[in-house]
C-alpha cells in the first residue's frame, strides 16, 4: 500500500491569518502570512481562497500521477471564491485584500469567527491581467471594487476615461489612487443609476476603429446588458473588453 502523501500544487499555499480590519463599513481588510510568494506577484492580480467542508479534514489541491494539478470533489470539495489582492509584500511574506460583508457568504462567516493564527488555502495567481490602453471605462460594484482598484493604481499617469462604482451607502467612498483623466464616479445603490447603466448612457458612441477599454464586473444579467450594448451592437471585441459576472442574483422561492 502506498501511504506518501500527495505532493500539493505548486500554486497552493496555507495562508495564517495576521489581522482583520474594518476600514468600510462593508468591506474586511485581511492580512494573511504565507511562504513564498513572489510567484502571487506575476500572472494575474487574482487569487482564489480555498474553505474546507465544515468537520473535515481539509483535502488540498495536489499534483496526480499525470503531472496534473487536481482539486478534491464529492465531500470533500472546496469553497473556492475569486479575491484581489490589495497588496503582496514577498519579503515579509504577507499579502492583504478585501471581503466585502454580505450575510449568508461563507467567506463572510468564516471572517467573523476567526481566530487569528487560523489558517485557511489560497491557490493562484490567475486571471485579471491588467488592461494596457490609452483609454478605460469601467463599471462594477463592491464585488469589483478591489479589481477595479488595482487597475486605477496600476494605470499610467496619461491614462483616460472613466469608472462608475456602485456602493451601499456613502461611508464606503474610498479614495483610490487614479490617473487625473479618469472621472470617479460612486453610485449610491438605490439613490443613483446602477453602474453598468450608467456605464451604457455615457458611453453609447464609441468609435469602433479605435475604442477604449471596456471593463465590466458586476451581477451577471447586468452584465449581460453591457456584452449586448458594447460587443453585440457596437462591435468592440474581446481584445477591447473584459465584462464578467462577479455574482449571481438569486430566484425568487416559489411555492
Known amino acids: 500500500m502506498n501511504t506518501t502523501a500527495p505532493q500539493l500544487s505548486d500554486a497552493f499555499r496555507l495562508a495564517e491569518l495576521v489581522s482583520i480590519d474594518r476600514p468600510f463599513p462593508s468591506f474586511f481588510r485581511v492580512t494573511m502570512r504565507a511562504p513564498d510568494l513572489q510567484r502571487y506577484t506575476e500572472g494575474g492580480m487574482h487569487f482564489r481562497l480555498l474553505l474546507p ?53 461563507r467567506i463572510t462567516e468564516w471572517m467573523r469567527n476567526a481566530c487569528l493564527g487560523d489558517t485557511i488555502g489560497i491557490n493562484g495567481p490567475g486571471g485579471g491581467t491588467m488592461p494596457v490602453a490609452d483609454k478605460i471605462i469601467m463599471a462594477g460594484d463592491e464585488t469589483a471594487l478591489p479589481a477595479i482598484r488595482r487597475i486605477l493604481a496600476a494605470s499610467a499617469v496619461d491614462v483616460t476615461g472613466a469608472a462608475y462604482i456602485e456602493i451601499g451607502a456613502p461611508e464606503d467612498v474610498q479614495d483610490l489612487k487614479k490617473p487625473a483623466g479618469v472621472d470617479l464616479q460612486w453610485l449610491i445603490r438605490g439613490r443613483d443609476v446602477g453602474p453598468v447603466q450608467a456605464l451604457i448612457d455615457n458611453h453609447s458612441n464609441l468609435s469602433v476603429g479605435n475604442p477604449p477599454f471596456v471593463w465590466c464586473g458586476a451581477e451577471k444579467s447586468q452584465v449581460q446588458k453591457a456584452r449586448a450594448h458594447f460587443r453585440d451592437t457596437l462591435g468592440i471585441g474581446t481584445d477591447h473588453s473584459y465584462l464578467s459576472g462577479y455574482w449571481r442574483l438569486a430566484k425568487p422561492t416559489v411555492i
Not at 487536481?70 to 515579509?92: E, I, K, M, W
Open 53 to 105: 467542508p465544515k468537520d473535515r479534514t481539509p483535502v488540498w489541491p495536489y499534483i496526480d500521477e499525470t503531472g496534473r494539478a487536481r482539486f478534491p470533489t464529492g465531500d470533500d470539495q472546496l469553497h473556492n471564491p475569486v479575491y484581489t489582492f490589495v497588496s503582496v509584500d514577498v519579503a515579509a511574506e504577507q499579502f492583504t485584500f478585501d471581503v466585502y460583508i454580505h450575510e449568508g457568504g
